[in-house]
């Protein structure tokens, strides 16, 4: 898209739950968003970035994807969210969704199917492994514990780098690549005007083997991590006007200017959390250490030039 647009814009971030209710159930709506675009557009926003409101058990605040094609009903409906974008382009607002790609809820109908049997046609779109002695391998889930769950239908474990009732997508797998960017394009043709897509640089995982660092060298910027967002960049939104942004766990300034360098055809921009970790005691995230406003100037500059003097963009959350 033109580089004088996004790279221009204000990105408001809308989580809906706790946004405006319009119905006095003590959680917010969809419909409460669009009683606030007076207000939203007085502040000057461009961009309205909603966390997940896909259907959803909501273990991870929406993030744990049931259904990506229909709208949570603690939220609204198809039409709430249509009429939504609709007045948002009146108003000259863009919508960007949150999507998650990564992983899917395990209440979702395809690691239903592929739980079912080692047999079953979907098998292959999670991570299941046949283990004797306890997990596959030593890797810890972001949120605490061993990354893979025993299931008893099957006698075999399946990855989740996040919650337990979050299974990990087999992206090596040709046919879960192109389900999602049907998906993808689902949502570009019903009109939204960007993506931020959730840990996506976790998505290519390399070798199953125990891990001196919790198992994170072996799926963080994984080895075709690269080749997969050029992929869904070319089948999707590469030839549009949307705005894409990349959340990134523990990556680095060479692979962010990688994901965003135009003429690689990935994402439009990056997010990075390296200047969250500041007040990390020795690195740990649930510590806590001294703030360091040097410190946190210090890294928000290493990490901004470092990425536009490589051509790429780095967006500041």
């Not at 557009?41 to 409101?53: A, K, Q, R, S």
Request: proline content about 2%; some cysteine.
């Amino acid at each position: 898209m033109s580089r004088n647009d996004w790279r221009k814009s204000v990105v408001y971030q809308i989580y809906p739950k706790s946004f405006n209710d319009t119905t006095g159930n003590g959680k917010g709506d969809l419909n409460g968003i669009i009683e606030k675009f007076d207000y939203l557009e007085f502040l000057g926003v461009d961009y309205l970035w909603l966390t997940p409101i896909y259907e959803s058990p909501m273990n991870d605040n929406g993030y744990d994807i049931s259904n990506y094609l229909q709208i949570n009903e603690q939220f609204g409906t198809i039409d709430d969210f249509k009429r939504l974008v609709d007045e948002a382009h009146h108003r000259g607002l863009k919508i960007m969704l949150d999507i998650v790609i990564n992983h899917t809820s395990t209440e979702h109908k395809w690691f239903k199917e592929a739980q079912s049997s080692k047999e079953g046609s979907l098998r292959d779109y999670y991570f299941f492994r046949q283990s004797d002695d306890g997990p596959p391998t030593n890797w810890e889930s972001k949120f605490g514990g061993n990354a893979w769950e025993y299931d008893d239908k099957t006698d075999e474990y399946y990855l989740h780098l996040f919650d337990v009732s979050q299974a990990d997508l087999n992206w090596d797998n040709l046919k879960v690549r192109q389900e999602l960017y049907q998906i993808v394009n689902y949502w570009i043709d019903f009109g939204v005007d960007g993506f931020r897509f959730d840990v996506i640089n976790l998505i290519s995982k390399g070798e199953f083997k125990d891990s001196s660092k919790i198992g994170k060298e072996f799926y963080t910027d994984g080895p075709h991590v690269h080749k997969y967002l050029n992929e869904l960049n070319r089948h999707t939104f590469g030839d549009k006007e949307l705005m894409t942004v990349g959340e990134m766990s523990l990556t680095t300034i060479n692979h962010c200017i990688k994901y965003t360098q135009p003429e690689r055809q990935e994402l439009n921009s990056v997010f990075n959390f390296h200047h969250l970790k500041v007040d990390y005691a020795n690195g740990e995230k649930w510590t806590y250490a001294e703030y360091d406003f040097q410190q946190l100037t210090k890294r928000l500059m290493e990490w901004q030039v470092g990425i536009y003097e490589g051509g790429g963009w780095n967006a500041i959350f």
